[in-house]
Each structure stands twice: as C-alpha cells, then as structure tokens.
C-alpha cells in the first residue's frame, strides 16, 4: 500500500488518491477495484456554483454527492434556509453526511471536459503523469484518441480500470485512429463496417479518422453510417491530402459527429479555386510543408462566404445530426510564436525532460517541424488565426455547438495547461467565460454522448472542481502552475486555486497530483547523465 500522505477534510489520501471512508467500514482504495458497502455521503457547503448550462453563478449553496451522483442543490443562505426548514416540519430528518467540505469563499462547478487528448504513454511518459496533470487542472473527462500505442482492445482495457477506479484518472471515452496498422478492409466500404461493428463490440466509443483512407468518401460514408447505427461518434481531422472533395461541410453532411481543428473550413469556402494553390514543390509527407500551408489556406478563403454559406451549412447539419465542432486553437499557437510557446513558465517544473526533448526541432519526431520557422511565416499563421477565431466565434453566435479539445502532447503544449489555455482562446475568440466554461462542461458531454455530465444538477454524475476564486473573473485560475496577483502596494500574492477534483464521486485533492507531477519532473531531470544538480 501506498504510503499516506495527508489527512484533509475528514478524508484520507493515499499518495494523491482519496480514500472515501464509510463510518464504520473499511476503506474504499482508489487504487484497487474493491468496493465495500455503499460509497459515503458527501456535503459541499456555502459554495457559488457555476452549473455548466451557461446560466449565472448563484450561492451560497450546499451540494450533497451521494455516492457517485449529485443528491441535491439546496440554498445555504439564512432566509433560504429557514424557508426550507419550515417546509421541512414534520418531515424525516435528513441523515448528516460522511464527509464535509466547507467551502464558504469557494467555487464548484462541473469538471472541465476535454475531447481532444493524446495519452502519449511510455516508458519515459507514465500515463499517471499526465493523468495526474489532467485532473490536478479540473479535468474529470477526457476522450482520447489513443494510449500509448494499444490497439483498441487495449484502450477499452484502459477505460475500464479508471471505471473501477483502479487508475487515478479523468473518466475516458476511446476513440481509435482509424486506418493504423495494416488492416486491409480499413480502405474498403465493406471492410469498414466490418471493423466498426467489431470496434464496438469491443466497447470502443467512437472512431478517429484522419486523412485517408477513412477520407475516401465511399470509406466514409461507410464508416459513419455504422457508426451511428451502433451509436458511436466519429471524430475527423480533415487532412490535406483528403480535403478534396472532403472539405468541412462535405464531411459534416456525410456524418461526422466532430471535427477536429481548423482543417476543412477554408477550403469550404473557395469561390476562385476547388483546391488550394499549394507551392510546386509542396510535399505532404513534410511537416514543414503542411503545417504552414494549412494556415495559409484561411488566407485564401473567401471571408463573406466563410460567415454565410459555410455556417449556415454546418449549422443545418448539426440540428440534423447533432454535429459539434471542435477548435483546439491552443495546440497550433506555437505556430504563430514559438519562443513563446517554448518558453511557458511552467515547462522547468511540470514539463518532462523527454517531453520537452520531443517539442523540439526534429524532422524524425511528430509535430517537431520548428527548425525552418521563420517570422514571416508567423505573420501569416497570425493571420490566419484572426479569420479562423473569428469564424468560430460567429458560428458560436448564430447557434452553433463548440466544445474544447486541447490536442496536447505537441508544439511545447502540456497536459492539463493546454485544456486552460483553450479555455483562453475561446475568449479570445469572443466568447464570455460563461460561453467558455459551458463549452468545457455541457457541450463537451454531448460530444461523449453522456447526458448526465457535464452540469451541476440533481441526478447528473458528480464530476466536478472546486476552486479558491471565481473562474469567471479569470480561467487562469485554473492553471497548475497557480497566479500571482500583485496590488498597489507592489506585493505579490501567489495562490494554487484548484482545490479538489472530484471524478465519479471520489475526491481527489488537486495540489497533492500536482505535486506528484512536479516530483516525477524532479526526479526525471536528477536521473539524467550530466544534469546539473539545482
């Protein structure tokens, strides 16, 4: 057994895990699949609450958790409260609960929820740090589009320990590439339902396509008619080599449940051209080649189109088929200013020395394109990102679902950080917090397909994150790496201010797996040749 770190709250921890202690019984270990007796009653007190519906915050409030769902929202102020008690009078005592948060000053709301998320898992990069960076930010579901390099058997395997709680992890919904490995039928319309209809006998949630062959359109069609028979989500990263005739709203109207990134949209939009002007010497198979010239394609579209016809498209489809769209502005901005990106605050403490190893320029590595980046080339993703955030936000305005993925993983991007700093290009884009956080909870459970996640509501899942300041006033609040204010009196005040995450109903404190994180990092840079002790 792991040995115990702390006692908060009433709750122990072991390392970074809670155990949830039953009056009278053993305890409930996080890290193992045994369950004994019913889970413990859980009270939030005095809290505002931020619901995930895009409503206003409201409080003080106390929550009750019942086992992994919320039991009921109930006011805590002293009129609300004495109203409820003469309501009460007669009635059956409510029972106290096994454990009390007080929160008074405090903030709860829905875990974030990303849909967007590489477990890059290895030797080197233990899945438990980046789980543990994932949850230490808030973020209590993910849907991921691999782990490690399993196969999908393996990921659903993966699934199924975080639901038995045998992994400290957000709540996961798989969705695997499709086309990888050397499966013929991936390239076929026959083939292609045939894997579909085994992937969800499996348990796999959704599938992932990028490029071809899953881009062909006669694949395609087969792939999301499938899936949609079977009840699965299909995810497209809409790949230059497959764009045409595929472009955006080509791909949503043919049935795909997300899109993924900024791909698609542009092309949707020619008016002069069908396919983009691309250099002579253009190579896909350059990553240089491609990741410049997808950014410019939006310096290409026709703008007037982009805001009419695109969006009234996409959102005919999606009050068709429920089609949401997925961003990720946060994974390219190294695009348009890498010493920046390369330079985060938090990469000495949070960011694995062979995490950071595979960030930078390396024609053999994935996304690690930067050793030809000049500034005339961030100029033009700088202005490509003016056209694709405002494009999205207008989207948003006119209806349209947006939900956050991070992508993170590459171009200097961590895990956990990049969920918030999504969080910060939404409002970038234009929209209000409200707007941002209701794409993180609500919208992005139904991406998961999940109707009972993603609000702070009687019945729903509790899944949820419980802050020291208001998320609305500044989602920075959010960062593992905390915020420093600094008054008049030029006095700084830092604060960690994501105090507990709690996924199906266990409760995790935050700064505990953040500090493992920052361990792991510690003990990753000491262990290598010739490192310099600090």
């Known amino acids: 057994m792991t040995k115990m770190k702390s006692v908060i709250c009433g709750v122990m921890i072991l390392g970074a895990a809670v155990l949830c202690l039953p009056q009278g019984g053993r305890a409930q270990n996080v890290n193992t699949a045994e369950q004994t007796g019913p889970y413990p009653s859980l009270e939030i007190r005095d809290v505002t609450v931020i619901d995930g519906s895009g409503g206003p915050a409201f409080g003080p409030v106390n929550v009750f958790i019942k086992g992994n769902r919320i039991e009921r929202v109930a006011p805590s102020d002293s009129i609300s409260r004495k109203e409820k008690d003469e309501e009460g009078t007669g009635k059956k005592e409510q029972k106290a609960p096994d454990r009390v948060i007080e929160g008074k000053g405090m903030y709860v709301m829905p ?44 990921m659903v395997e993966e699934k199924k320990k975080i639901a038995a709680n045998q992994i400290i992890a957000p709540r996961m919904y798989v969705y695997p590439f499709w086309g990888r490995g050397d499966d013929p039928r991936s390239s076929t319309p ?90 002579p010497g253009y190579n896909y198979s350059s990553e240089p080649d491609r990741f410049l010239e997808t950014g410019r394609s939006w310096l290409q579209a026709d703008v007037a189109k982009l805001h009419g016809e695109v969006i009234q498209s996409l959102l005919d489809t999606m009050h068709r088929t429920g089609f949401i769209m997925v961003p990720t502005f946060s994974i390219y901005e190294a695009n348009r200013d890498v010493t920046r990106a390369a330079n985060l605050p938090w990469h000495s403490t949070y960011t694995l020395p062979v995490v950071m190893d595979s960030f930078l320029p390396n024609p053999a590595h994935h996304a690690s394109y930067f050793y030809e980046w000049t500034s005339n080339k961030e100029a033009d993703w700088a202005r490509a990102y003016r056209r694709w955030l405002d494009f999205v936000n207008d989207y948003k305005n006119q209806g349209g679902v947006v939900a956050v993925g991070s992508d993170t993983g590459f171009l200097f991007e961590l895990w956990g950080f990049g969920t918030i700093r999504e969080l910060e290009m939404l409002e970038e884009a234009g929209f209000s917090p409200l707007e941002a956080l209701h794409a993180a909870t609500e919208n992005g459970a139904k991406v998961v397909k999940n109707p009972e996640l993603g609000l702070v509501r009687q019945g729903y899942l509790a899944d949820l994150v419980v802050l020291t300041e208001n998320p609305l006033a500044d989602v920075k609040v959010f960062y593992g790496s905390g915020v420093t204010r600094v008054g008049t009196d030029r006095k700084e005040v830092h604060e960690q201010c994501v105090k507990y995450t709690i996924r199906d109903g266990v409760i995790f404190d935050s700064q505990a797996l953040l500090s493992d994180v920052r361990e792991m990092v510690t003990k990753a840079k000491q262990a290598r040749p010739g490192q310099v002790k600090q």
């Open 111 to 154: 875990g974030l929820i990303d849909v967007h998320i590489h477990i890059n898992a290895s030797k080197d990069v233990p899945a438990e740090y980046i789980y543990k960076l994932l949850l230490g930010h808030g973020v209590t579901t993910i849907r991921t589009f691999n782990v490690g390099s399993d196969d999908p058997k393996g």
């Open 190 to 279: 026959e083939g292609a339902r045939q894997i579909v209809d085994e992937w969800h006998a499996l348990g796999v949630d959704g599938v992932k396509i990028i490029g071809k062959p899953g881009l062909w359109p006669d694949v395609f069609s087969a792939i999301t008619s499938e899936a949609r028979k079977n009840g699965m989500g299909v995810a497209v990263h809409i790949g230059q080599d497959g764009v045409y005739p595929m472009n955006a709203v080509q791909v949503a109207y043919n049935g795909a449940s997300t899109i993924e990134h900024h791909y698609g949209y542009p092309e949707s939009s020619y008016t002069d051209q069908t396919i983009q002007n691309l250099p």
